[in-house]
């Protein structure tokens, strides 16, 4: 049978065939974890990385991961090759896993204890679509969030199925016509946008906000430090105020699949000129560079 496949439980099926039980507590409370991640031509870009990741967040949260990594990088590999694809986007799920059927549940049914029969994995491929080339040509837009992000939530450094703030979040933006969201949180310091972690630049310097602030830590984030390392950029984490991206001459987000992306304007506002700025283009470039040499293209 022809189609799309997708990794479940151990096995590749087509997309159709590839379904959860009703019981699944990842589809009841958002109980569980995911990773994204971008392939450059048949090569996914730090998969180690997403899945070291992937494995800390799920001993934190006391889910089983069922697959070792390698296995698991494995899956990756293979689902490629079955969908056929070069550059793509790839998802791996993780959850708790379903509840039996509230006849086999007996007391457990209904309640929120970690009895589950099984966890669930599933990994989901498909052709990567680029981001609009406007965004990178005049940079991005975004707003102040209005949902404010507690420090103190554990949560926030994991990358959880949790995601409604960043939904809220997200819908915001685009009802005030911009194309991303800041979270601030109640201590009044920035910390990351909706899909994306936030970097500023002043002076010369890179400034992101720590972990500490309520934020995960991004893969494409830490790239973005080794890249300032390596090449003499000086870079750190530091709390940042909102009236930093106000004094901020660049900025920009960054995650695995938009890699780094201008950050022009801020509540209708320019961030420096308005333009995108030296530094950014060049660790755009660093970055791309960097992808190309791990991966060996």
Same mark, same amino acid.
């Given at each position: 049978?022809?189609?799309?496949?997708?990794?479940?439980?151990?096995?590749?099926?087509?997309?159709? %065939? @590839? +379904?959860?039980?009703?019981?699944? #507590?990842?589809? $009841?409370?958002?109980?569980?974890?995911?990773? !994204? /991640?971008?392939?450059?031509?048949?090569?996914?870009?730090?998969?180690?990385?997403?899945?070291?990741?992937?494995?800390?967040?799920?001993?934190?949260?006391?889910?089983?991961?069922?697959?070792?990594?390698?296995?698991?990088? %494995? @899956? +990756?590999?293979?689902?490629?090759? #079955?969908?056929? $694809?070069?550059?793509?986007?790839?998802?791996? !799920? /993780?959850?708790?896993?379903?509840?039996?059927?509230?006849?086999?549940?007996?007391?457990?049914?209904?309640?929120?204890?970690?009895?589950?029969?099984?966890?669930?994995?599933?990994?989901?491929?498909?052709?990567?679509?680029?981001?609009?080339?406007?965004?990178?040509?005049?940079?991005?837009?975004?707003?102040?969030?209005?949902?404010?992000?507690?420090?103190?939530?554990?949560?926030?450094?994991?990358?959880?199925?949790?995601?409604?703030?960043?939904?809220?979040?997200?819908?915001?933006?685009?009802?005030?016509?911009?194309?991303?969201?800041?979270?601030?949180?109640?201590?009044?310091?920035?910390?990351?946008?909706?899909?994306?972690?936030?970097?500023?630049?002043?002076?010369?310097?890179?400034?992101?906000?720590?972990?500490?602030?309520?934020?995960?830590?991004?893969?494409?984030?830490?790239?973005?430090?080794?890249?300032?390392?390596?090449?003499?950029?000086?870079?750190?984490?530091?709390?940042?105020?909102?009236?930093?991206?106000?004094?901020?001459?660049?900025?920009?987000?960054?995650?695995?699949?938009?890699?780094?992306?201008?950050?022009?304007?801020?509540?209708?506002?320019?961030?420096?000129?308005?333009?995108?700025?030296?530094?950014?283009?060049?660790?755009?470039?660093?970055?791309?560079?960097?992808?190309?040499?791990?991966?060996?293209?």
């Amino acid at each position: 049978m022809g189609g799309r496949q997708a990794f479940l439980n151990g096995s590749f099926l087509v997309e159709d %065939e @590839a +379904v959860v039980s009703i019981y699944d #507590r990842g589809l $009841l409370y958002g109980d569980g974890l995911f990773e !994204t /991640l971008r392939t450059y031509r048949g090569k996914p870009f730090r998969l180690d990385a997403h899945l070291e990741r992937l494995a800390s967040s799920a001993a934190f949260l006391k889910i089983p991961l069922p697959f070792k990594k390698e296995e698991i990088k %494995e @899956a +990756v590999y293979e689902l490629l090759r #079955r969908n056929r $694809l070069s550059d793509a986007y790839v998802r791996i !799920t /993780l959850t708790r896993g379903p509840y039996g059927p509230p006849a086999r549940c007996g007391k457990s049914s209904g309640r929120l204890g970690l009895e589950t029969e099984q966890a669930t994995l599933f990994i989901v491929s498909r052709q990567f679509t680029p981001y609009p080339a406007r965004l990178y040509r005049f940079g991005a837009k975004a707003i102040i969030s209005r949902i404010r992000r507690s420090p103190r939530s554990v949560l926030l450094q994991h990358k959880t199925l949790n995601y409604l703030n960043n939904i809220l979040a997200r819908t915001q933006a685009q009802e005030s016509g911009a194309d991303e969201a800041i979270f601030v949180n109640t201590a009044g310091f920035l910390t990351e946008a909706t899909v994306s972690n936030l970097f500023v630049v002043k002076e010369g310097q890179v400034f992101t906000p720590p972990v500490s602030a309520g934020l995960l830590p991004g893969i494409t984030r830490q790239a973005v430090l080794e890249i300032c390392h390596r090449n003499c950029i000086p870079a750190r984490e530091n709390n940042l105020r909102l009236i930093a991206l106000a004094q901020a001459h660049e900025a920009f987000l960054t995650n695995s699949l938009m890699e780094i992306m201008p950050l022009c304007f801020i509540a209708g506002k320019p961030i420096g000129d308005g333009r995108v700025g030296d530094l950014t283009r060049r660790l755009r470039g660093l970055y791309r560079e960097m992808v190309r040499k791990e991966l060996g293209l």
